[in-house]
């Protein structure tokens, strides 16, 4: 096979990322990154009252630049031969659009607005709503909630949209239709004015939005009209067909192929969860847990469907067929804070640095900059070495996971962290190594749901930043688990992901599981659980599990 490029795009929390491969044989020719300047200055959220919207000019500006960058690397000769574009994101982050599709907040009146934005995934400003939702669906025979674990979270779909209606009537007005940001980039990459004909993505459909080849397509518009009159009608603005991301969803627009410098004969590829795409760009296999983790995480499991027909795993982030790997079915999982857990203790420690050093009568302005810069970028690194010394004991500090609320199992996010067992001689190391391990507590209780439904959790695939760069998070994971945890090699396998998708959408492979044996770039660690370590852990584990049950309860 002559070599043949495509181009994977991965829409993070805090930033875009391109990558340019070679279609044959998965080699990273060039890659890319743009941090969302306008999120970067914390715009338009509120963390007390749990809003995080992101501008669509922080989407556009770092699609643009991180793929030019790409193909400015690679040079004119490879970039003639970029043959497709496939895009993952975040979700659920969906979008109010007019009827060409085009964000509210693209538009003057609009521009400013925080609910004309995209309502990030980790935006809770839809609890209540959530919380409806779930009350609601028990008044019908059918249960629409049956293929998303049971429960409906804050994180999704219909939630943040009767949120957003409920609080601005403008916005409520102005919108024709709602739109995740994984099914958004493809409809503007290929020139979409149509929000009619925008082709929606089966990972966001089924797994955040209701939709279910089962109902077909979404639950019937008295399931909405009679839960609040906002949404009357609303189905018919939305959609009834999926695709699969193998599928394209057209060519590149002569309006982006000339900003790109690409040709209109690039295909573009429906979009998809980054976890999900970050699944097959790991080489996920059948009933391995492939864990996305970064600022939270996202677990992944693949099945074959004769082997899981007729079951329910409840608590989960839903089962939809073919959302991961088409003609299989794709189940998710996840936490809702994992490195944010990190990342919350370390702003707590840096807080004295950034408050008091710049105030500094012995250092001048640029050297408290610069020391701030220092001390905080080696919090994490400095923790993990210093709790990694503390010794096993079942009496230890504990902590639970829950500062964003629980994803799974049970969806419930108004639960908080906790953390138990202080005394005066409890540190920083301590208190990290607690954290750390209510993470992995975390996930435990995922593979344990799993396993008690019947699915059974075979190997673990670790994929994603806290994977790649700390090693004493993984080798705990591996005790606490009691199961190896194989790190995947590529350091953007989300990015890679997409860069299958689009090699299957163009055709130069005819499935993505070709794509992921002629591209994958395997493993380079693995992480054995310490046997002396495992039964200590499944105390502390019973004693996690108990701490839970108290704080829910109360």
């Not at 989407?59 to 030019?68: A, M």
């Amino acid at each position: 096979m002559n070599d043949q490029y495509v181009i994977g795009v991965d829409y993070g929390t805090d930033s875009v990322r391109s990558i340019l491969v070679n279609a044959v044989n998965g080699n990273e020719i060039a890659a890319a990154v743009f941090y969302y300047p306008r999120w970067k200055e914390g715009l338009y959220c509120n963390a007390s009252l749990n809003q995080f919207r992101q501008h669509p000019l922080d989407y556009v500006e770092g699609l643009e630049y991180t793929i030019k960058s790409c193909l400015q690397q690679a040079g004119p000769t490879i970039a003639s031969n970029v043959k497709a574009i496939s895009v993952d994101t975040t979700g659920s982050t969906p979008v109010a659009v007019d009827a060409t599709g085009t964000p509210l907040a693209l538009l003057p009146a609009f521009e400013k607005n925080p609910n004309a934005m995209f309502v990030l995934w980790k935006d809770h400003t839809g609890t209540s709503e959530a919380a409806e939702i779930n009350e609601h669906a028990k008044k019908f025979a059918t249960n629409y909630l049956q293929f998303v674990g049971g429960i409906y979270s804050s994180e999704w779909f219909w939630a943040k949209l009767l949120h957003i209606l409920r609080v601005d009537s403008e916005v409520s007005n102005a919108t024709h239709s709602w739109v995740e940001h994984c099914d958004w980039i493809p409809f503007l990459l290929s020139g979409g004015t149509d929000a009619k004909q925008l082709k929606r993505g089966v990972c966001s459909a089924g797994h955040k939005a209701l939709w279910s080849a089962d109902f077909n397509g979404l639950p019937p518009d008295e399931f909405f009209t009679s839960l609040d009159p906002l949404l009357k009608g609303f189905t018919n603005k939305l959609f009834t067909e999926t695709y699969t991301s193998a599928e394209s969803v057209g060519h590149l627009s002569s309006e982006w192929a000339t900003k790109l410098g690409l040709s209109t004969d690039v295909v573009i590829g429906v979009g998809a969860f980054d976890a999900h795409m970050g699944a097959v760009g790991g080489q996920i296999e059948a009933y391995h847990l492939s864990k996305v983790m970064g600022t939270s995480t996202c677990d992944m499991l693949v099945a074959p469907m004769n082997e899981v027909e007729g079951k329910l795993i409840k608590g989960i982030c839903g089962q939809v067929p073919g959302s991961v790997i088409p003609g299989m079915m794709g189940m998710e999982a996840g936490q809702s804070a994992f490195g944010d857990a990190y990342a919350w203790f370390k702003n707590i420690l840096a807080w004295p640095l950034q408050k008091l050093l710049p105030k500094s009568a012995i250092i001048d302005s640029e050297t408290a900059t610069r020391l701030i810069e220092e001390a905080t970028n080696n919090i994490i690194a400095e923790l993990s070495k210093q709790a990694d010394l503390i010794p096993l004991s079942a009496s230890n500090e504990l902590a639970l996971d829950w500062l964003n609320g629980r994803r799974t199992p049970d969806a419930n996010q108004l639960l908080k962290g906790a953390i138990s067992g202080l005394n005066l001689g409890t540190d920083a190391p301590r208190i990290f190594r607690a954290i750390a391990e209510a993470t992995c507590f975390g996930a435990k209780a995922i593979v344990d749901r799993f396993n008690e439904e019947g699915v059974p959790v075979k190997g673990l695939i670790g994929i994603g930043g806290v994977a790649k760069k700390s090693p004493f998070i993984m080798q705990m994971m591996a005790d606490v688990m009691n199961m190896p945890i194989r790190i995947h090699k590529s350091e953007q396998t989300c990015a890679l992901g997409a860069a299958m998708f689009a090699a299957t959408a163009a055709g130069i492979y005819d499935k993505v599981e070709d794509a992921m044996i002629a591209m994958g770039q395997g493993f380079d660690a693995e992480y054995f659980p310490d046997q002396s370590k495992v039964d200590i852990y499944k105390k502390r584990y019973a004693r996690y599990q108990k701490l839970g049950k108290f704080i829910e309860g109360n």
